[in-house]
């Protein structure tokens, strides 16, 4: 009869275990993975709160198809193209705001001076005005530290079209920033 | 490769590490322009940073936690089940505690009820009984029947509940209508009566030696002469 009140261990001990190296893996990839996903979010809908909404769905996802996850180490691609789905989905719910770009005030703790905070916010400005196709492979390579084949796998295009893109990304950003700066330098006297 | 291309590539990745690319940027003007981009993408970068929210991190953690079933649930269940089962047989063990009888069911009311209810049946019933076959039936109750001449054809015999318990039922012809005949052991809880009668039916209690006779007939019978000649064929049987 005592025997009766002893708690059989094995079968919920493995179920729980499971569900424990889980919640680690998981944590892990919250802990080192949130902030580079949501500055990307940020860069693909202009709006913090979406961001953090789309990096909550993101995150979600991921909990619930994480045993598909098999080598971490392309957990950050993975996350990212569960992302990008999560913000087409919002287009297709038509769930865009129409972002007044001016109101994204975005505080800037790097700045080293007014004169850089200037051009750091014209830079934002920028960016944000890049088209879609041009902005991804940027963010990707300079917020995610993707090379040009992952890039091209993420985006699901080939390689040259990812580079060519990169290049008119960049190029037109380098432009719109020398010109900004060339204004102001007239206007500076 | 030649300038342009160089151009094309610093634009397209300023940390390009290809060889191809490593070995170019060392010549002057490529150099320059390589560091006046390095230094663009710099700025790039520190635009791009945007803060990101504080609790951010815990938002994403919280509902993991609630969705995370209990595995320390302790043995619960077990103490109640058995707990259920200690209810369960208290409950079921009351059915054994014999209830002061405050009311016992009066004898006639059971064996007219009785009668009504089975009179469809009863009514047309012939299963040709023989002295054996009725013989069985009395056994348990202490009874016996010597021949069927002075009770005449049996129509019906068999066990029955009476009050909570079994007795023999018999259905024998009569005069008029049927006759129904219940041998109930003498420690049945029941209100005595010698004499009843209700809804059209009529009937005696004698007590035998180990069981009570009820016979019960319509209002036609001769019930004292029915009551006399049954307990005579049964008395005689020792």
Redesign the interface.
């Known amino acids: 009869m005592i025997s009766l009140f002893k708690r059989k261990k094995p079968k919920a001990d493995a179920v729980s275990k499971g569900i424990a190296v889980k919640q680690k893996r998981y944590e892990a990839l919250v802990y080192t993975l949130h902030a580079d996903l949501f500055r990307y979010a940020f860069w693909l809908c202009h709006n913090r709160q979406i961001a953090e909404d789309l990096v909550q769905e993101t995150f979600l996802r991921a909990w619930k198809a994480l045993d598909s996850l098999k080598d971490e180490h392309a957990a950050k691609a993975w996350l990212i193209t569960i992302l990008r789905r999560e913000n087409a989905r919002r287009f297709e719910r038509k769930q865009f705001d129409l972002v007044d770009l001016d109101d994204q005030q975005v505080p800037d703790k790097h700045s080293p001076g007014p004169e850089q905070d200037m051009e750091n916010e014209l830079l934002r400005r920028h960016i944000s005005e890049l088209a879609l196709e041009y902005r991804e492979p940027l963010l990707l390579q300079v917020i995610g530290g993707f090379s040009g084949e992952e890039i091209a796998d993420i985006l699901n295009l080939n390689k040259n079209t990812v580079m060519t893109r990169l290049f008119r990304a960049r190029n037109q950003l380098k432009e719109a920033l020398d010109h900004d700066n060339t204004i102001r330098g007239r206007s500076n006297g | 490769m030649d300038e342009l291309e160089f151009r ?1 590539r610093v ?3 300023p940390n390009d590490m290809h060889p191809d690319f490593l070995s170019a940027s060392t010549h002057a003007a490529n150099r320059q322009f390589l560091d006046e ?1 390095k230094n ?2 710099h ?11 504080k609790n ?2 815990d ?3 919280l ?2 936690r609630l ?3 209990e ?1 320390r ?3 619960g269940w ?2 109640l089940a ?1 707990a259920a089962s200690i209810a369960f047989a208290l409950g079921f063990s009351t059915r054994f505690i014999p209830l002061p009888a405050d009311s016992p069911p009066a004898i006639g009311q059971v064996a007219i009820q009785h009668v009504e209810a089975e009179m469809p049946f009863t009514r047309y019933v012939d299963e040709q009984v023989t002295l054996t076959a009725v013989n069985v039936k009395l056994a348990p109750y202490g009874a016996h029947l010597n021949d069927m001449q002075q009770l005449g054809k049996i129509y019906f015999v068999n066990h029955c509940m009476f009050a909570g318990g079994p007795a023999a039922h018999l259905v024998i012809a009569g005069e008029h209508e049927r006759i129904n005949l219940f041998l109930v052991p003498m420690d049945r809880p029941l209100k005595m009566e010698s004499r009843f009668a209700a809804q059209g039916l009529q009937g005696e209690v004698v007590s035998m030696q180990s069981y009570r006779l009820v016979v019960v007939t319509g209002m036609q019978e001769n019930l004292e002469q029915v009551t006399a000649t049954v307990k005579a064929s049964l008395e005689r049987a020792i």
Request: aromatic fraction near 8%; glycine fraction near 2%.
């Open positions: 094309r634009y397209a990745d981009m663009f993408n700025k790039l970068e520190q635009a791009m940073n945007v803060p990101v929210p951010l991190p938002n994403l953690m509902p993991q969705a995370q079933p595995h649930e302790g043995p077990r103490y058995i």
